[in-house]
């Protein structure tokens, strides 16, 4: 997969919209999707002969949407939210490592498909797996991992979500918690 222009902006009612757009070279198809933050996006694919078509189509695609008051967002004002699910083991176990592969696929595609960010990375550290997704609306994506989680049966009884600001990875705060707890740490 090539380059992805992904924009937002706040339409006069002040709700978040998205467009991004990318050549899906398996296809030979230039793909745009859509809609409004944390909605299920509209896609259309065009058929493009090759590379160089789509490009041209990407470049239209990027002036298009900076005419229509579309930009990127800085990284300063996005949010880091982490999926932490508790795991029976320090090291974590083969179960727990097609959790991370599980969740984090789950993950990618339901936040990309809603404009509500990417999946990051994953690690595991003691007793925890924690997958970091770099998000452009808390509470947004905070309900869309938990709904992923519980649709994808991905251990939602285990499941915290903390989050923090871009610039401020070291203060998450918890936003879920399957358990009674009152702290998100790493």
Request: hydrophobic share 40%.
């Amino acid at each position: 997969m090539s380059e992805i222009v992904r924009v937002y902006k706040r339409d006069e009612a002040g709700v978040l919209q998205f467009r991004e757009a990318w050549f899906d070279e398996d296809y030979n198809q230039f793909v745009m999707n859509y809609g409004v933050v944390g909605h299920q996006s509209k896609t259309e694919e065009t058929d493009v002969p090759g590379s160089a078509e789509a490009d041209g189509l990407l470049d239209a695609f990027a002036a298009q949407c900076a005419e229509d008051g579309y930009a990127e967002i800085p990284e300063s004002e996005l949010s880091w939210v982490v999926a932490q699910f508790a795991l029976k083991t320090r090291e974590g176990t083969e179960r727990d490592r097609y959790l991370e592969e599980k969740a984090t696929d789950a993950f990618i595609s339901h936040l990309a498909w809603r404009g509500l960010g990417t999946v990051e990375r994953s690690e595991f550290t003691a007793f925890k797996l924690n997958i970091f997704c770099l998000v452009p609306d808390v509470n947004k994506a905070v309900n869309a991992i938990k709904v992923c989680a519980r649709g994808e049966d991905l251990d939602f009884t285990k499941l915290s979500i903390g989050a923090a600001a871009f610039n401020e990875p070291g203060t998450f705060k918890l936003k879920h918690s399957a358990k009674p707890a009152n702290s998100f740490t790493l």
